[in-house]
């Protein structure tokens, strides 16, 4: 049985869906068009530091398939332009942790119908959160 299902998996393929978020120029989009040995922001306008004044957070899928050694994966890279750029960031974080509830809401309310064969996962597997070296930063507090 463990075969079986091994077998039929590695046929159908997985979905894997990575979120990338920190302020811009920190290398998220080098990072994972490297990691995966592609250009998924070849499209992309960048902003000069007006636009980026006003600019808020926004949330981007892009999705590729890859194949290696006969099994194939569907990646799709959430990315958040503007996250952490604004002057004023107290409420960024809001929309990334909205986007990330309403797809594990999505996938349960398909999950939990009466047709489950296609069912879509684009729930965030894995979020990588860019830090700045420079700036205010993060101190241990002394007691």
């Known amino acids: 049985m463990p075969n079986q299902v091994h077998r039929k998996s590695v046929k159908k393929g997985f979905d894997f869906t990575l979120m990338v978020a920190g302020e811009s120029g920190l290398g998220k989009s080098t990072l994972v068009n490297s990691l995966f040995l592609t250009d998924l922001y070849k499209d992309r306008k960048l902003l000069n530091a007006e636009e980026r004044i006003t600019q808020t957070v926004e949330i981007t899928k892009h999705t590729v ?3 290696e050694k006969g099994v ?12 952490g750029d604004a002057v ?3 409420e960024c974080w809001k929309s990334v942790a909205d986007y990330i509830d309403q797809q ?3 996938y ?3 999950e939990s119908g ?3 064969k296609n069912i879509q996962d684009n729930r965030v597997h894995c979020c990588l959160y860019f830090i700045s070296p420079f700036g205010h930063g993060y101190e241990r507090q002394q007691i």
Do not use: A, H, M, S
């Open 88 to 90: 004023n960031n107290t």
């Open 65 to 67: 398939d890859i194949e």
């Open 104 to 106: 594990f809401e999505q």
């Open 72 to 83: 194939k994966l569907k990646l799709t890279i959430v990315d958040t332009p503007g996250f």
């Open 114 to 116: 009466l047709n489950r």
């Open 108 to 110: 349960f309310r398909d």
